[in-house]
Antibody, heavy 120, light 110 residues
């Protein structure tokens, strides 16, 4: 059974960089699929942040592309998200999920999510 | 404002059938599969319907999906109290080159 778990600071100061890690168990991230980040700001809908292929190719939301970097550490079976120059509008629950291919919105399974608050 | 449009709320009584709509443009719903997610209170979203109308293993057949033109629907029959949750639709957006989501519909079981 594939499971994903997000980890990282729950509080980030404005203008700093948000860093989160997703640890995957039950499947090797280098074996296949795509791996993605989605966030859920309070009172708003879900927003796709970016995805990474099993070979390391990355795809980012155009609205966040200038601030987002995704990477993977296959030795630890983890992939990570960095979002720079954060503001209060980046406050959200951040989820990592497995994406069943390119050009689909098929996310399954999801991590439990982690709340990141941007505040001084 | 979300790319896909959903009603913010829906409600029904136990045993009833309710439908939740999801509308968008030809660059996403019109040309790509629609997916539905259920988010129970305090939990992560869970895949409910994939490729318009397919149910993952373990999802009751009370849940069904359909797509026509630039709209899609999620139907829940035999409504139960445990169906009370937020429901989100999603689709690939050819213009964005990424997935987009609806704003979510909060289902209340009266």
């Amino acid at each position: 059974q594939v499971q994903l778990q997000e980890s990282g600071p729950g509080l980030v100061k404005p203008s700093e960089t948000l860093s989160l890690t997703c640890t995957v168990s039950g499947y090797s991230i280098s074996s296949g699929y795509y791996w993605g980040w989605i966030r859920h700001p309070p009172g708003k809908g879900l927003e796709w942040i970016g995805s990474m292929s099993h070979s390391g190719r990355t795809y980012y939301s155009p609205s966040l592309k200038s601030r987002v970097t995704m990477s993977a550490d296959t030795s630890k079976n983890q992939f990570s998200l960095k979002l720079s120059s954060v503001t209060a509008s980046d406050t959200a629950v951040y989820y990592c999920a497995r994406l069943s291919g390119m050009a689909v919105a098929w996310f399954d399974p999801w991590g439990q999510g982690t709340l990141v608050t941007v505040s001084s | 404002q979300s790319v896909l449009t959903q009603p913010p709320s829906a409600s029904g009584t136990p045993g009833q059938r309710v439908t939740i709509s999801c509308s968008g443009s030809s660059s996403y719903i019109g040309s790509n599969y629609v997916y539905w997610y259920q988010q129970l209170p305090g939990t992560a979203p869970k895949l409910l319907i994939y490729r318009d109308n397919q149910r993952p293993s373990g999802v009751p057949d009370r849940f069904s999906g359909s797509r026509s033109g630039t709209s899609a629907s999620l139907a829940i029959s035999g409504l139960r109290s445990e169906d009370e949750a937020d429901y989100y639709c999603a689709a690939w957006d050819d213009s964005l080159s990424g997935p987009v989501f609806g704003g979510g519909t909060k289902l209340t079981v009266l």
